[in-house]
């Protein structure tokens, strides 16, 4: 036997002795692995929920806001009640209800509002809890996350009962441990139990119903479409083909700016442009400014006859009979003493006796509020400045006969 013999043969031995081995230590099994969620299913907790009820005919609906509420003929599914909108709608939402509505709630609910339990009669209890050697459950009010394939060890056996009479039939649900169940003042039409008591239960309000479940849990996109958490979600909720399901969403509402800009948005335009010209306004200039001219003073000549142009330019001589009749009572109280306090009457005969002229003339000179044509308003104007530049004359004489 060659060389090349023997390996072959060590070589094929070597190959049937480990496909031995490995035939004999491994065996063929079935096993579920759960793939990320994708696409809608990571961002919208009610994906499953939507998809099966539409297959089912029953069309869904977001609501961000509790001020306008549905008609009484849809289904309402509210898994929070801590925002302040919904707290002040809480009569809105009573009177829905008891107009034919029905409302779908978590069991966060009826724990966080206690203004549900007086109006529902629903209430959490304490039950004592069965003895096992499962791992404990978690308090009320934990938040556990769906990780893995951990809820199929939450799935159970709950008894159904119509009217408070057991029926005989059970269905299979995954929801979270507890040692709580519910006591209702009302017999539930619809009830779901354990151990620990009523644990999903549908009560009937006037025209309307209540449904209590553990939603927030049992409507996850993995959890929901496993063992009967859909049937007894239908169940407990009635729907029905036609029937509309909305689901109130208070973290879809609108945006602030988005409103602001569907409502104001010209206004905001307007604000923004007035905003972007008063920055402009005061940025630095791109060159040297322009410097200031110097402020030139006209000459009193120049001032006159710019004003005797534009009163005999226009015919309004008002004006300049009123300047001239200030000066001569300015000239006139520093030259006759009381003048200040005379009438217009009497200034007349003072101004008269000093000046020479007539004091009816002059009176009608000084009356500001005369009007007439300019030649009349030329005429007064002459006279008064004619008694203003006597004053300083019978002044001047008055000084010549004090020094003789």
């Not at 203004?115 to 304490?126: C, T």
Request: charged share 15%; proline share 6%; hydrophobic share 45%.
């Amino acid at each position: 036997m060659t060389r090349d013999r023997v390996t072959t043969w060590v070589i094929v031995a070597a190959a049937v002795g480990l496909g031995t081995w490995i035939a004999l230590h491994t065996y063929w099994t079935q096993s579920t692995v759960w793939t990320p969620l994708r696409g809608e299913a990571v961002t919208n907790p009610y994906y499953s929920v939507e998809r099966l009820v539409q297959a089912l005919g029953v069309r869904t609906q977001r609501l961000s806001s509790l001020r306008t509420l549905p008609s009484t003929s849809d289904v309402l599914l509210i898994t929070s009640l801590q925002g302040d909108i919904a707290r002040t709608r809480f009569e809105l939402l009573q009177h829905w209800v008891e107009g034919g509505g029905r409302l779908a709630v978590s069991t966060n609910v009826v724990w966080s509002t206690p203004a549900f339990q007086n109006w529902s009669g629903i209430a959490p209890a304490h039950q004592d809890p069965v003895k096992s050697n499962k791992e404990a459950p978690p308090a009320a009010g934990r938040t556990v996350l769906v990780n893995k394939l951990d809820w199929e060890d939450r799935c159970s056996s709950f008894a159904v009962q119509i009217d408070g009479h057991s029926t005989g039939e059970s269905l299979q649900l995954c929801t979270l441990p507890t040692i709580f169940g519910f006591v209702s003042k009302h017999v539930p039409e619809w009830a779901l139990s354990n151990e620990q008591g009523l644990q999903m239960l549908r009560v009937k309000l006037g025209r309307g119903s209540v449904t209590v479940s553990e939603t927030q849990y049992q409507l996850n996109p993995r959890v929901f479409l496993h063992a009967d958490n859909a049937q007894a979600f239908i169940d407990g909720v009635q729907l029905k083909r036609g029937d509309r399901l909305i689901i109130f969403t208070p973290s879809a509402a609108e945006p602030l700016l988005s409103m602001l800009w569907r409502l104001a948005a010209p206004a905001i335009l307007c604000f923004g442009l007035a905003a972007l010209l008063l920055i402009w306004r005061h940025l630095p200039p791109f060159g040297p400014k322009i410097p200031v001219p110097a402020a030139a003073r006209r000459s009193l000549a120049e001032q006159l006859r710019a004003n005797a142009r534009f009163a005999w330019r226009t015919g309004n001589l008002k004006p300049l009979r009123a300047a001239v009749l200030r000066a001569l009572d300015r000239d006139a109280g520093a030259r006759i003493p009381g003048y200040a306090a005379f009438s217009v009457r009497q200034r007349a005969v003072a101004l008269g006796s000093r000046a020479g002229i007539d004091p009816a003339a002059l009176n009608a000179a000084m009356t500001e509020a005369a009007s007439g044509s300019p030649a009349v308003q030329s005429a007064a104007i002459t006279l008064l400045e004619q008694a203003r530049r006597a004053l300083f004359t019978s002044s001047s004489t008055q000084g010549v006969l004090h020094d003789r």
